[in-house]
């Protein structure tokens, strides 16, 4: 049998709850970088999640698709503008655009799209990550 960690969509208000969603759940007391390449690499183990893989069920994910949405992708992309290199700048600029526009991937979006890595189909499917939306 499988491990599962549950997520409580409701308990998300932002990208910086969400990781602390992670820490409680998946990894209680470790410490991880808690931005997007940190929680990369919590899928693929090491940080106590099982081995032979585990499922994420996250409920209330609807509530979660909405507060990740649009306004906050911009919230990121504006903090995430403030720390990068000058040469990145013109791109993460052209995604807040997008952003505002309501168009390209939101910050839910980016999550799923790590999370589907791991899963079957993805690129790193041997970490046997299961996903579950409700």
């Known amino acids: 049998m499988t491990t599962e960690y549950i997520i409580d969509g409701s308990r998300i208000t932002s990208l910086e709850s969400f990781f602390d969603e992670i820490s409680c759940v998946l990894i209680p007391g470790a410490y991880w970088g808690r931005n997007l390449d940190a929680f990369n690499d919590i899928l693929r183990g ?36 403030q720390r990068c290199h000058p040469s990145n700048q013109d791109g993460v600029s052209r995604e807040i655009a997008d952003a505002h526009a309501a168009v390209g991937p939101t910050a839910f979006d980016w999550l799923i799209e790590i999370i589907r890595i791991h899963c079957p189909g993805g690129r790193e499917a041997t970490d046997n990550v299961q996903l579950v939306l409700e």
Do not use: D, K
């Open 46 to 81: 090491g940080f106590g999640t099982p081995a032979e893989g585990f499922t994420i069920r996250w409920s209330h994910s609807a509530v979660s698709r909405e507060r990740l949405s649009y306004p906050e992708t911009v919230r990121q992309l504006e903090r995430r503008l």
